[in-house]
């Protein structure tokens, strides 16, 4: 009889035990769980919300550029090009007489303070700060040229690759350049803007064709800020996420080395709403000489074949996806052949 005491004690411990062990693993697996979903849904670096959408772009250079040199007649009846050899395209005028210049319009009221021919330009050329000595020529009583022609900000019409966990950003998958100079242009600062297609010029052989948008700068349709323009496209934060992503599902990044040949999608609004199209991924080049042409692709979707020919100007950042995945960014077309282009993959994307 004691004998069996003992051994309902025995099993009682070894219930209680087994009870309260299982129940605190459970509880701390449940724990482990819930930090691993929390940890996917608010810092997954592997995951973006994947765009299409088109956007309003405008860009405001890092002093004043430089397109070129002309001449001037000035007040004694002859022709001068002072500038000439002394200033080159694709220079920033970041100062005169070293007094700050930021842009065009504080430029022009510098040059009209001038007292004097002897000027000293502040100039940013490609990596360096350098000065520049030059003379303006008086070609009225009070007044001086430089005989330079300048540009300070630049607009255009794109679409947006993705949206990280950060708010931020990236679009186009290529640099926006000079359209005079073809330098990347070297940006203070930038604002996103709302915009909608308007027109669609097909592609043809020979003519890449191209989106018309209607932007209205203001403060009402601004989306968020540009911060960067890189080869691989621009950069920002955006404001009003609601306002530009209706869909905010997120999907993940694919690795270079896991693209293949083969079908894929885009995301665009060439018909006015975001949609994905079929293409098929006929290359893809891990050690491309340029950073925005890994992905060869082909547009074989026919609807949008023939809404656009192709791939048009205003495409550039269009999202590739393939399997589920985010793998690249449409950036160029081929000019004799509109139905291939040109992809960035996300990876260097994401890098900037």
């Not at 500038?83 to 005028?93: E, L, N, R």
Request: with cysteine.
């Amino acid at each position: 009889m004691r004998r069996y005491w003992y051994r309902r004690i025995l099993i009682m411990i070894v219930v209680f035990c087994i009870a309260v062990g299982g129940g605190y693993y459970l509880i701390d697996s449940k724990k482990q769980m819930f930090r691993q979903e929390v940890s996917a849904d608010t810092s997954d670096e592997t995951m973006v919300i994947p765009g299409g959408m088109p956007i309003g772009i405008y860009l405001e250079t890092k002093g004043v550029m430089v397109l070129g040199t002309d001449e001037i007649t000035g007040m004694d009846g002859m022709k001068h090009e002072p500038s000439a050899h002394k200033v080159k395209a694709g220079d920033y005028i970041t100062g005169i007489n070293h007094k700050s210049i930021k842009d065009k319009s504080e430029l022009i009221e510098a040059v009209k303070m001038l007292d004097s021919d002897e000027v000293i330009l502040d100039i940013h050329r490609k990596d360096e700060e350098i000065e520049v000595k030059t003379q303006a020529v008086k070609f009225d009583a009070d007044e001086y040229k430089l005989g330079i022609w300048v540009r300070d900000n630049a607009q255009g019409l794109g679409t947006v690759t993705f949206l990280d966990a950060k708010s931020r950003f990236g679009a186009l998958g290529h640099g926006i350049h000079d359209i005079d100079t073809n330098e990347l242009l070297n940006i203070s600062t930038g604002t996103l803007y709302t915009t909608s297609i308007k027109d669609i010029q097909k592609g043809e052989g020979g003519s890449p064709g191209g989106m018309e948008g209607i932007i209205i700068y203001n403060n009402y349709n601004v989306l968020g800020s540009i911060t960067r323009n890189s080869e691989a496209g621009i950069f920002g934060t955006i404001d009003r996420i609601d306002a530009l992503f209706s869909d905010q599902t997120p999907v993940y990044i694919a690795r270079k080395e896991d693209i293949k040949e083969g079908p894929a999608t885009i995301r665009c609004a060439a018909e006015g709403k975001v949609k994905e199209y079929e293409v098929e991924i006929t290359g893809v080049d891990l050690n491309a000489s340029e950073i925005n042409k890994g992905i060869i692709l082909k547009v074989t979707d026919k609807e949008l074949l023939n809404v656009t020919g192709g791939i048009v100007q205003g495409m550039s950042g269009s999202p590739i996806l393939q399997d589920g995945k985010i793998i690249g960014a449409v950036t160029h077309v081929f000019v004799n052949n509109p139905t291939k282009g040109y992809g960035i993959f996300i990876e260097n994307m994401l890098e900037q």
